[in-house]
């Protein structure tokens, strides 16, 4: 399962990368499982009992990727992950590799690990990406620029007054952002405390979902340069899931009786909102929960929704009054967005030394109508 996330990007220099993927079609086979299981599992065991891995190894022996993010150039980092099959503890080991624009490997990195070891959640950015260890705050947390060199990052507890090409990099506990122009990591100003979900949109504008103790509905809320501009409530019967923005397109999942039901909708920046709770997407056939949900924003302000591990619909235009069902090569265990540009991840949902069929990184650069398999041969 992918932990990582991305938001934004552009799509500079993705034909070209695109190209050095292995071209088929959406309806296609998918590929099949590869290698004799037994010569996999010996191999995979010597990868995580290595103290110095080579990246090359700890790709082949994880299969598929655990995440790509696209820098503001379009180079990727794919990021792998090769955990302990028979147990929670023990030996592992984990990679990176970025990829430059025009489909060759820029530098690579791998290392021996722990399995019960969190890892960092990388971001894409002007100039490269930034990494945060999950739940461990800001300790930790470190640059890549394109070409693969480790920078370090300024940690600061000062708010900062979140501006164009800021980025969020966590949600909440604790909520932090990165200014790429400084490599700074600090809280966002003017948060309100009772945020229970947060959006930063490429212009700068702090969306955020309030919670309130009283009987009063949630409200949705944008700040830009720490002033308020507006508010609206999330409808009657309903509560505030997740929340994203980018385009000119905020998006907020309405939940009830723990499932998502719908959406409330703005396309010109908080002007006008609508509800989204009938038409394409059979939100009555979304049953793995709010927690599963997957709402995207491309950055022509097109939705994406759907469930992780299940079935995904975008929208037809920046209106997103229609919207269509994916067909995909696989069954995607995650799917995200960078630019216009989807990333769909293949991989076993339960540790295994094998390989599941169509197994890997699939790439579409045309709204779902066809997919490239990711060739990660160095």
Request: proline fraction near 5%; charge should be negative.
């Amino acid at each position: 399962m992918a932990w990582l996330r991305e938001r934004g990007g552009r799509a500079a220099g993705l034909a070209v990368v695109a190209g050095a993927v292995l071209a088929l079609t959406a309806c296609g086979s998918g590929g099949s499982a590869e290698g004799d299981a037994g010569d996999r599992e010996s191999k995979y065991k010597r990868v995580i009992e290595d103290p110095h891995p080579r990246p090359a190894d700890v790709i082949e022996a994880a299969g598929a990727p655990t995440g790509a993010v696209r820098a503001g150039d379009g180079s990727l980092l794919l990021t792998y992950d090769a955990g302990n099959v028979e147990d929670d503890e023990g030996p592992a080991a984990t990679a990176w590799r970025i990829v430059g624009p025009d489909g060759r490997t820029v530098a690579e990195h791998a290392e021996h690990a722990d399995a019960e070891a969190t890892r960092p959640a990388f971001k894409g950015v002007s100039g490269g990406f930034v990494g945060v260890p999950p739940g461990e705050g800001t300790e930790g947390a470190y640059a890549l620029d394109v070409r693969g060199k480790r920078h370090e990052v300024v940690v600061t507890e000062t708010p900062l007054r979140v501006r164009p090409d800021d980025v969020l990099l966590a949600v909440l506990e604790p909520t932090l952002v990165y200014r790429p122009a400084t490599r700074t990591v600090a809280p966002p100003a003017g948060v309100p405390d009772d945020a229970i979900g947060l959006a930063v949109d490429e212009g700068g504008t702090v969306w955020s979902l309030e919670q309130h103790l009283t009987e009063d509905p949630d409200r949705v809320v944008w700040q830009r340069d720490g002033r308020t501009l507006g508010s609206t409530a999330v409808p009657e019967s309903y509560a505030g899931g997740a929340l994203a923005a980018r385009g000119g397109t905020v998006a907020l999942a309405l939940t009830r009786d723990e499932g998502v039901r719908g959406l409330l909708v703005t396309t010109d920046g908080g002007e006008r909102w609508r509800t989204v709770v009938a038409g394409d997407i059979p939100w009555k056939d979304l049953k793995r929960g709010s927690e599963l949900f997957v709402l995207e924003v491309l950055a022509d302000g097109r939705l994406l929704v759907g469930e992780e591990g299940g079935r995904y619909w975008l929208a037809a235009d920046r209106t997103n009054s229609a919207f269509h069902a994916l067909k995909t090569p696989a069954a995607f265990t995650s799917l995200t967005v960078d630019g216009t540009t989807l990333y769909g991840i293949r991989d076993a949902t339960t540790a295994t030394y094998d390989l599941v069929r169509g197994e890997g990184l699939w790439i579409s650069t045309d709204g779902g109508h066809e997919w490239q398999r990711h060739d990660q041969r160095g």
